[in-house]
């Protein structure tokens, strides 16, 4: 799709974060020092209770706060008011990231699917993107969470997201559904408008056959010199991590 130029720059990883700085993975500061060098950002939405999103990569509070428990299970005006562990920022809502990047770099929202295949999840972030006038895409490890996205904006960039599928990663998925996914066999349905695959699995002939198709590929995630050389090498753009591209 020549209308996605935007997907082929690099992109870092759940904003520009540095955790030794006081600047924590998916906040507001790490958005700020992205934009600071031009680059397009890459951010996780979770699902919080009523379907709502948020930036905030696990599905548990634990890791990155000093509250418990399941993400799902709070509001998103509540998680909002959550302060991030080691930073003077708060969780940050799907409508306060799109107010503060306003188009001035492209967006990618990685979307933590809720795997149950109602489409309640994408509809709300699909309502919140509508009005929406920068370069942003969403993409998924769910082919049908990118299908969800398919039917309820078919002009929003939707992208499949893609690895390995070792089994002791995805214990929940049979050796058919790992094969599948690896090999991009869910496209058929998912429909998807770029594919983003783990670097560490390239090359690999699913995702460069895409790619001979038209399809943009993007390779994340880029933390070493020698994963950057794979990524020029391999793909389009690189989602980036520790290191400048």
């Not at 397009?40 to 418990?68: K, S, W, Y």
């Not at 919140?128 to 920068?134: F, M, S």
């Not at 349905?189 to 790619?211: E, G, M, S, W």
Request: glycine share 8%; hydrophobic share 45%.
């Amino acid at each position: 799709m020549g209308e996605l130029y935007w997907l082929r720059r690099p992109f870092a990883h759940r904003g520009l974060h540095d955790a030794t700085r006081g600047v924590v993975e998916n906040s507001l500061s790490a958005v700020k020092a992205a934009m600071g060098k031009g680059y397009g950002i890459e951010v996780d939405l979770q699902c919080a209770a009523g379907g709502m999103p948020v930036i905030f990569h696990d599905d548990t509070l634990g890791r990155l706060t000093e509250e418990t428990g399941p993400v799902a299970a709070r509001s998103m005006e509540t998680l909002c008011r959550i302060p991030l562990r080691g930073s003077t920022d708060f969780i940050l809502s799907l409508p306060d990231l799109l107010t503060l990047v306003d188009g001035h770099v492209p967006l990618l929202l990685e979307v933590k699917s809720t795997w149950r295949r109602d489409g309640a999840f994408e509809a709300n972030i699909t309502k919140l993107l509508a009005p929406y006038e920068g370069p942003v895409g969403v993409m998924s490890f769910d082919p049908y969470s990118v299908a969800a996205f398919r039917d309820a904006a078919p002009s929003l960039a939707r992208g499949l997201v893609s690895e390995r599928f070792d089994a002791r990663v995805w214990p929940e998925l049979t050796a058919g559904q790992r094969f599948g996914m690896r090999h991009l066999f869910t496209a058929a349905f998912a429909r998807p408008n770029f594919i983003a695959y783990d670097v560490q699995a390239l090359p690999a002939p699913a995702p460069l056959a895409a790619r001979l198709f038209g399809l943009p590929l993007l390779a994340w995630t880029v933390r070493t010199r020698e994963e950057r050389e794979r990524a020029l090498r391999y793909a389009d753009a690189m989602i980036f991590e520790g290191i400048r591209p």
